[in-house]
């Protein structure tokens, strides 16, 4: 519904004015306002009838498993614990014989037989590993993002799990947090767009199908705003911030059905998430109607104790359930400690039974009741686990994820018949850090090194040497000499440096983003021979490269492209794919300037040159070293003609109502290649400060040489606004400028008004 504000004066020019409040938002979803569905709900209060207090709280229970001799597997005694209907999902067990046996035990040897989930970290793949989700943001490329998540999902669901802790949707504008890796970067449009893609790659079109995984939004909410960089820190931030950045990729993730969400280690406003009942109760499931299963992180209910909001398991506990945690992960305070709270009436039973229908609802959705096996099938396993197509599917992610940074004298792409080829770096021939961190069942072993696709790519008629040069970190040289005697003996040097697998990841966040050890030495010693360097960066966060800029001729952005590493950065550096991936996230000069971000505010002295009492350093330029969407290809385009208007049937631009933006864009080099074609939007003068640019629309589009094409984006009323202190979305009538272009920092502009 829309509603018209008066009466309230935007600025000098203009007196008076009219806002449109959207609703709260944005609408619930469909499934989430369509009608329970019957035999459901009949289902779940039958079996809930049946159910003691314990084992009522045994199905919110989630401990986690152990390593054996064959894999993982329930901790000691924890077949008698599903026994006695203690546990209702498990943490890190997989494995499709070993599932089975253990949903037997659940199904046929526990007084009600209410099935297992089965949940692990299923982040970035399977066993087939794509590039981490920081990479695969890098391509701008929805239904690749969307198709790596479902082969994740068939190979998962096959291993015998059903519930996935991913996608992270954090919004994340501090690279010295771990974290970064796992989300979408720092854009809430990206953010919510690519949210939605892994929750339909996930949970695929029926819940009902055999290869089809439970996806989990995480981490609810505000995690990534985490003060210093640190996990597990305090976020304090606005309101407004908090429903115009953090909220939106948590309801675009609702809207595609998401069935499950993980609250957050920090908190928000003092209150921590995980008893932070006004966020759970009230934003997720009063104002968007979202119905799905709100699980703890590890411990997340215990660490309250610690955050000093409860005085013992009990209290926290009780906090937990009463905000709307449904499942405690690992902590057992609630099969342990509540039953006896509950007896005594310390807890309402009634917000117990709220919780526990909410988790029989899943499984009910997931089709467990009619076939708790589905599964677990050994053959099914055997097929679809590795599949060719898969690997094939991670190449294609991968080449497309990797984003040029740099490219003096068009040096890349290199010839295949160059003479001699140096490969240098501690990363050239490292198959473990590939697949980066969080690989789920990923092997190194499968795993293709940039040695190995760089020697498999020339053939034997060109000569490739290697030294491994230094380690990622300590201040080891010993190794210089020999990667400068190879240097010297090349016509082109490849240096593969960067991070471990493990320097980006939870609870690794650094206080610098420069080069770890001495590998920035490295290159100096190699680059003072005169050879022709390409350096690739594996990492896991923007890494400030200032002296890499300056003097390294090209620079390829990598990221961790999991097991098909090694063939699509070969196929990038030959030419046999035009780089075409574009930055999700700013890269600043130095730590410094953190945060540093493309859709900041202005500021009432923005920065300048010429005037000296601005917002700017002393010592280094405010501007980023490489800008949010940057990226470069192996031809250039040209943007042209940016028109804007009202859509088809559509009298005038007005507020309530869709904006249509139309751009040409022409490839005007040799080669065929993708262009990423963005576009932000900024609203002039408001009510309240905006961004002086937010990305509201993209599309990866192929271009052959010589080819034009007209770039159509429609813009729904609610990208044009921003949330009232209401909570409601606000269009406000007046200018807005639009800007088109290959990056955020390299547009063209116009502008146009809303009535």
């Known amino acids: 519904m829309i509603t018209t504000v008066m009466g309230r004066v935007r600025s000098r020019a203009k007196l008076a004015a009219f806002a449109v409040a959207l609703a709260i938002g944005w609408p619930a979803t469909a499934a989430a306002a369509a009608p329970e569905d019957e035999a459901e709900a009949a289902f779940v209060e039958s079996l809930l009838a049946k159910m003691t207090i314990e084992e009522k709280l045994g199905q919110l229970n989630q401990p986690r498993g152990r390593w054996g001799q064959t894999g993982p597997q329930v901790q000691e005694g924890g077949e008698d614990q599903i026994r006695a209907g203690r546990i209702g999902s498990y943490l890190g ?193 009063d104002e968007w109607g979202w119905d799905g299963i709100m699980v703890s992180d590890y411990t997340g209910v215990l660490e309250l104790i610690p955050h000093g909001v409860a005085a013992n398991r009990a209290d926290a506990g009780v906090l937990a359930l009463e905000a709307g945690v449904d499942v405690d992960m690992v902590s057992d305070i609630y099969v342990d400690d509540l039953p006896a709270v509950v007896r005594a009436g310390g807890l309402d039973g009634a917000k117990v039974d709220e919780a526990v229908r909410r988790v029989l609802r899943a499984k009910y959705r997931l089709g467990l009741f009619d076939d708790p096996y589905r599964y677990s099938d050994e053959a099914r396993e055997r097929e679809r686990i590795l599949r060719p197509e898969y690997r094939a599917a991670a190449r294609d992610v991968a080449r497309k994820s990797m984003v040029l940074l740099k490219n003096d004298g068009d040096l890349l792409p290199l010839d295949r018949r160059t003479g001699t080829i140096a490969v240098i770096g501690p990363l050239a021939d490292d198959k473990r850090v590939m697949l980066g961190g969080w690989a789920a069942a990923g092997r190194a072993e499968d795993a293709v090194t940039p040695l190995e696709g760089v020697r498999e790519a020339v053939g034997p008629d060109v000569r490739v040497l290697h030294a491994r040069g230094a380690d990622v ?24 440096i960067g991070e471990h697998h493990d320097m980006s990841a939870e609870a690794h966040n650094r206080t610098t983003l420069d080069l770890p050890g001495v590998q920035e030495a490295l290159v100096r010693a190699v680059h003072a021979t005169g050879k022709p360097v390409v350096a690739v960066l594996f990492n896991g966060r923007p890494l400030s490269i200032g002296w890499l800029d300056g003097n390294v001729p090209s620079i390829l952005e990598a990221w961790f492209p999991g097991i098909e590493a090694g063939h699509a950065i070969a196929d990038v550096l030959f030419g046999d794919h035009n780089p075409a991936g574009r930055l999700p996230v700013t890269f600043p000069r130095n730590v410094g300037q953190i945060p540093i971000y493309h859709d900041h505010k202005n500021t009432g002295r923005p920065p300048s040159e010429q005037e000296k009492y601005t917002s700017k350093y002393i010592d280094v330029p405010w501007t980023p070293l490489y800008a949010f969407g940057h990226g470069l290809s192996y031809t250039t385009f040209v943007y042209s003609d940016l028109k804007v208007g009202p859509v088809e049937n559509q009298a005038q631009v007005g507020t309530g109502k869709p904006v249509r933006v139309e751009v040409t864009v022409a490839n005007t080099g040799r080669r065929a290649g993708d262009e990423v074609v963005q576009l932000y939007l900024r ?32 813009l729904e009323p609610e990208a044009l606004g921003f949330h009232g202190a209401d909570g409601r979305i606000v269009v406000e009538p007046g200018t807005f400028t639009v800007f088109a272009g290959g990056s955020s920092d390299d547009v063209i502009e116009t502008k146009f008004e809303v009535r």
Do not use: C
Request: glycine content about 8%.
């Open 93 to 285: 067990v997989h494995g499709a014989d070993y599932t089975r046996r253990m949903q037997r035990i659940a199904v046929e040897e526990s007084r009600l037989g209410i099935p297992l989930l089965f949940a692990h970290d299923v982040i970035h793949g399977f066993r087939t590993i794509f590039p981490v989700p920081l990479g695969e943001s890098a391509s701008f490329d929805v239904d690749a993002v969307e198709r790596a998540a479902r082969i994740a999902a068939d190979e998962a669901t096959a291993a015998g799990l059903h519930w996935t802790y991913a996608p992270m949707v954090d919004i994340a504008r501090d690279p010295r947090w771990g974290r970064i890796v796992e989300g979408s970067g720092e854009s809430a449009y990206l953010g919510s767009v690519l949210a939605a893609a892994r929750v339909r790659g996930f949970q695929g079109e029926d819940l009902r199908a055999d290869d089809t995984l439970m996806a989990t939004a995480k981490h609810f909410v505000a995690y990534g705003a985490a003060e210093g960089g640190r996990d597990y820190n305090i976020a304090d931030i606005s309101e407004r911030t908090l429903r115009d950045v953090y909220l939106p990729p948590f309801k675009a993730a609702a809207d595609a059905g998401v069935q499950s969400m993980m609250a957050a280690f920090n908190e928000v406003d003092g209150v921590p998430m995980h008893a932070n009942g006004r966020l759970i109760d009230g934003v997720l499931r």
């Open 473 to 496: 970190e300590g201040d080891d040289r010993s190794g210089f000499d020999e990667a400068v005697r190879i240097a010297r003996q090349a016509d082109v040097v490849l240096m593969f």
């Open 683 to 714: 609203d002039d003068v408001a009510s309240v400060t905006r961004p002086v640019k937010e990305l509201r629309g993209f599309r990866r589009i192929h271009l052959q040489p010589g080819e034009r094409r007209r770039v159509e984006f429609v």
